[in-house]
């Protein structure tokens, strides 16, 4: 019966990588190469109506003649055979850096996206120095199990108890 | 009425303020008949906001347009549900709600420790007192809600049309809750810096508010992604607003907290970091609801009002700084008990789950100043939008999913490479084998596949918790393995009720994966009879409709929709114009199966019939929804009393406090 159970899970876990496979190995609508697409551009520019949103967004979601007009105007630099880069140079020239989604990957921009994971580095450097630290300086055992007798929780108690009846079982 | 109202608001500021200077003194003398006072003036204060509330609700259902607020935010012909539901839809009467469920929560806190925690309830009391005083305060003399106009109009302008959906009725109230909530564990960590009853009582008692506030936060997130996804017609479910990041930051720092209290409970362990977390949570909340009301970030949530801003920021600055500086004056107090026994341990994953989401949360909280640090180094105005978020958040919650699987996995102490090896061979050779599978039949990009695995080994390791849990059941007391599961899970509600959520992150997971990396679109003007195809979907424009339904004028695009030749009936995507509004609505056609979802948007149209139209397929959406009702029941499961625990509580909890007259509640 356990075996059954794995092997219902198992077979569940492949129906759903099955289902997985279908669909995202469909045909995509976007190429990654060749010349950018309005759609490409349209998730990285921000509206310049005020609604704070990038144009793709206020697109759909508004009734707002600005998006319309930018769009008209991504399709225009496309047709004039600019890049991705080129573009977005072109619109930031006209409204400004703020008219970029998101930071640019240099100067000033660079720490945007750098400090959160130098920030998580030198947080999980400090974790890993306390844990060995603690880790090193054991509490002497007698001081631990009175620690732990007045201070641990019934739940733990428990859940031991399950780990020792597993082990026993296995 | 309004008159009543605004009475009430400021009695109830005088009264709260007096409770919290009352609970407070009664705590540190032992004045056990100040206490009582006190305890009285929780329960006025409660029943003060509540006349406050009720008199609004009345101006509101009853259409009194003398009232300022009333006039913004109702109309003769907005349903009575979306006239109640204004209540939190504007800056005043959303401060109201906050305040009333503030003292909502007082009283319940005090009802539910009528016999345990008596040395820490009054603090708790004075802390959640003393905010509710300044809330009232805000509302009586900067934010009134009970404004009134001078000439009363003859009808109300009525909400947005975007905020006239189901949507306004639960996810904002949730919200609150969430950001309410979590005022309660942060009222228990300061009672017991300021009681210096450090150890993990206050965690204990504040265990289901903490896990309340974390679940309405995440369902009232989950919920307004719905409401995004089905109303907003762009096809998304998160958009990384400021005021959506700020209510994902304390979610994501609760579940940090929720995780490493179980470290302290037991092991004793983490005492400052715990109350770090809940201090930050706090404050995180205090700066989402300042982010939503001071319009200091650009957002499309946002409704700003004068003084607001500067009020949050200085309750914020007060509440991080007096906070902090008591956590600072007892950090002596604050020692570990015991020490790790090992390196590889699951406290050592926990506090690496910690750093994750500490991670993410400031991540988010990064992107989302970074444009006013900008301005202010450089004087230059830039943007921190979605691809941003994306790009970064993106591989922390990959790693935070990886050790969901991890946890589970290695044994609380220490872990024997035995152990290890025979624990993680099943999880590890599935994931293993799905990455390998999906690239081999050509998905691209690879970190989707990774994604993918890592949720097949986060899921697997899960599966095989519960199967060796029914197992030994089974073999232990022969039970039927029907009966098994069940009885599993309530035997130890707190830990396979966790599991359970986990299971309903992992499938949120999969929707996200999937319709981030896999959504397809496709824009096209036809006349009637012509054809849109997308995938496999081949959709035929049938015509347009107009209608008047209500108070709105409906324009509305029917498409017959067959994929792979067969027919999957008709769809109906239209906009609806509300009377005096010059925005409309969108309301999407969303055909939905476990596969994808087919989401039609109706963008425009011409005098001769002809529509242009925005058609999605995103993949695995419905597996958002599906999770969070798996989080739900986990949650509930982990929420639920165990009566057998709470019986054998350790006898101190169950004692007066010393020198304090037992209460007569």
Known sequence: MPRAILIGALMALFAVGGLLVAVTTAPQGATASGPPTVDDLTDELMCQCGCGMTLANCFESMECTVSGSMATEIQQQIDEGKNKGEISDYFVAQYGEAVLASPRKSGFGLAAWTIPFLTIAAGGGATAWLVWLWARRRSPRGHRAAVRAQDAGLLRRYEDQVDEDLKALE | MPDLGYAAILTGFVIAAYTAVASFVAARGRVGELWLSARNGVYAAFGLTTVASAALLYGLLTHDFSIKYVAEYTSRSQSPVYNFAAWWAGLEGSLLFWAWLLSLF???????????????????????????????????????????????????????????????????????????????????????????????????????????????????????????????????????????????????????????????????????????????????????????????????????????????????????????????????????????????????????????????????????????????????????????????????????????????????????????????????????????????????????????????????????????????????????????VPRLIWANKPRYGGYIVHVGVILIALGVVGSQMFATNVEATVKPGETIQIRNYVLTYQGLTSYTEGNNEIVAATLDVQRGGQSLGSIVTSKSFAAGREEPRTDVAIRSDPREDLYTILSGWSEDGTASFKVLVNPLVMWIWVGGAVLLLGTAIAFWPDARAEARLPVTERVPAKGMRPSHA
């Open chain 2, 106 to 484: 007082s009283v319940i806190v005090l009802v539910l420790s009528r016999r345990n925690n008596r040395e820490l309830i009054p603090y708790v009391s004075a802390v959640t007192m003393a905010l509710l005083a300044y809330f009232l305060g805000m509302m009586g003399f900067a934010m009134n809600p009970f404004e009134t106009l001078p000439v009363a109009p003859a009808d109300g302008m009525g909400l947005n049309p975007l905020l006239d959906n189901p949507g306004m009725i639960f996810h904002p109230p949730m919200l609150y809750m969430g950001y309410v909530g979590f005022t309660i564990p942060f009222a228990f960590a300061i009672a017991a810096l300021i009681s210096g009853r450090l150890g993990s009582d206050w965690i204990r008692a504040s265990r289901r508010w903490t896990l309340f506030a974390w679940f309405a936060l995440g369902l009232g997130n989950l919920l307004g992604a719905q409401w995004a996804y089905t109303v907003l017609g762009w096809g998304g479910y998160w958009g990384w607003d400021p005021v959506e990041n700020a209510s994902f930051m304390p979610w994501l720092v609760g579940t940090a907290f929720l995780h490493s209290v179980m470290i302290q409970e037991r092991r004793g362990m983490l005492k400052v970091w715990n109350i770090l977390l809940i201090i930050i949570a706090f404050s995180l909340c205090l700066f989402g609801t300042m982010v939503t009301r001071s319009g200091i970030l650009s957002s499309v949530h946002s409704f700003s009002g004068g003084s607001a801003g500067p009020l949050f920021l200085a309750l914020l600055a007060a509440v991080a700084a007096g906070s902090l500086g008591l956590l600072w004056l007892r950090l002596p107090a604050l020692r570990s008990d015991s020490q790790l026994d090992s390196l590889v341990s699951r406290e050592s994953s926990f506090l690496l789950n910690n750093l994750l989401l500490v991670g993410a949360a400031f991540a988010i909280f990064w992107g989302s100043v970074f444009p006013l640090l900008s301005e202010a180094v450089r004087g230059v105005k830039t943007t921190v939008g979605p691809p941003f978020f994306k790009e970064v958040t993106g591989p922390i919650f990959l790693a935070l999913l990886l050790l969901m699987g991890i946890c589970p996995l290695i044994g609380w102490r220490k872990a024997s490479a035995e152990n290890l090896a025979r624990n993680f061979l099943l999880p590890l050779a599935l994931g293993v084998a799905t990455a390998v599978l999906l690239l081999a039949l050509g998905m691209r990009p690879f970190f989707a596949a990774l994604a993918f695995a890592v949720l097949a080994f986060a899921a697997t390791s899960i599966l095989l918790e519960f199967y060796r849990g029914v197992r030994a059941r089974h073999r232990g007391r022969g039970e039927n393995y029907a009966i098994a």
